[in-house]
């Protein structure tokens, strides 16, 4: 079985994780929500019984409730009246004090209660019913100058904010005491929090893992891919190897001048289509057709087969299926001059040299007795090759 050698890019099947990631990362859902508040800017001012001044301060302390129009209110501040005591103005009878200067009455007023005790729906709606112009909620002492989001949904268009339980706490003791305090609300900074919702958390978390799992199963298949291939590598080395000895004990011949008159088929060589010339090195297969020594080795070591009649010539050696160890196993005994001489046929181009070389008059029982001795000098040639180690470097030696 051939292996194909793996690509070298595990770094790019890591792309397909990281575009995992990606699309968690952008899913729907995969940012959280958006969370958009403002901030309030509470301004408040009074008159000091004891110095009979005016003491104003403003800070931008607040924070506007989810449901509440983000803009400004002024009113004098009430804060729930109940002989029990009952800051937080959760009780649907709940009546709030509103200390006023002068007596007068029907003046806007904003309502001053404490975090607790029922739903900021509840608190919005019983101040509401009082004709409340906007409504002011102090966090609970725990928080300190902290203040939260508030959801109270369904109460109309009543502005509600929420400031810290100091500042609170300071302007109810102030009306506790009948002082007329004055609170102006204002629009203050707008602010954006974006967080990742827990849904969004566990999205991310098995996009991460699931995207280590492929990482560490291509790394585990690239390594089991590569190994499989360098072994195959060695095996077919090794073969190429057995093989290569097998067709160095083929017959090697070198084209001399004055061998023709011989009945033979092939002018040319299969492989290479270029005509045999004199001093050729040629390639004698068991099927008895012929090539170039150069054209036809690399063929046999990749195919096995002669081109022309797709003889095994492997198997045609005496070497059934892969061949094996090649030294232990018995050469094929090189055939007799006579008998190549009766198989295997050239028809050469005739040049000049050999022309004037040749003796001028020659009787047809003299040149017989020449061919037999030329090819019984080429049988004795390919079996000195052969017991030489049939190297290809001693395949290919002098030219004679």
């Not at 725990?142 to 400031?163: E, K, Q, W």
């Not at 003299?366 to 049939?390: H, I, V």
């Amino acid at each position: 079985m051939a292996w194909r050698r793996p690509e070298a890019g595990v770094g790019a099947r890591g792309g397909l994780a990281l575009a995992l990631l990606a699309l968690a990362l952008c899913a729907p859902g995969a940012r959280g929500r958006a969370l958009e508040w403002f901030s309030a800017v509470v301004s408040i001012e009074y008159v000091d019984p004891q110095t009979n001044l005016t003491v104003w301060s403003v800070s931008e302390s607040g924070r506007f409730g989810d449901s509440s129009p983000k803009e400004g209110a002024q009113g004098l501040v009430g804060v729930p009246w109940a002989p029990g005591g009952d800051p937080e103005g959760c009780a649907p009878d709940t009546r709030f004090f509103v200390p006023e200067p002068g007596g007068r009455g029907a003046a806007p007023w904003v309502a001053l209660v404490a975090r607790g005790g029922c739903t900021f729906k509840d608190k919005v709606l019983v101040a509401a019913r009082r004709n409340a112009s906007a409504v002011v909620l102090y966090n609970e002492e725990r928080y300190g100058n902290l203040t939260m989001p508030m959801s109270h949904a369904g109460t109309g268009n009543i502005v509600v904010i929420m400031i810290s339980y100091p500042k609170g706490r300071e302007i109810l003791e102030l009306v506790q005491k009948g002082i007329p305090v004055t609170m102006t609300i204002g629009v203050g900074t707008r602010h954006v929090q974006e967080f990742i919702s827990g849904q969004s958390v566990v999205f991310v978390a098995i996009a991460f893992i699931t995207m280590m799992i492929i990482s560490l199963a291509w790394l585990i298949f690239y390594y089991i891919q590569r190994f499989l291939y360098t072994g195959s590598q060695i095996g077919s080395q090794s073969h190429r190897k057995e093989t290569k000895k097998v067709i160095g004990q083929l017959l090697l011949h070198t084209v001399k001048h004055g061998e023709k008159g011989i009945d033979v088929d092939a002018e040319n060589c299969a492989v290479c289509i270029e005509n045999f010339k004199v001093k050729d090195i040629i390639r004698i297969l068991p099927c008895k057709h012929i090539f170039h020594r150069i054209c036809i080795d690399p063929w046999l070591l990749d195919h096995r087969t002669c081109p022309m009649c797709k003889l095994d010539v492997i198997k045609a050696l005496g070497y059934w299926g892969e061949p094996g160890d090649v030294q232990d196993m018995p050469a094929p005994e090189s055939p007799s001059g006579r008998d190549l001489a009766a198989n295997l046929s050239l028809t050469l181009p005739e040049d000049d040299g050999s022309d004037e070389s040749s003796p001028p008059s020659a009787s047809p029982a003299e040149s017989e007795p020449q061919c037999d001795a030329s090819f019984k000098g080429d049988a004795g040639e390919n079996t000195a090759l052969l017991e030489a180690g049939r190297s290809d470097s001693r395949h290919g030696g002098p030219i004679s």
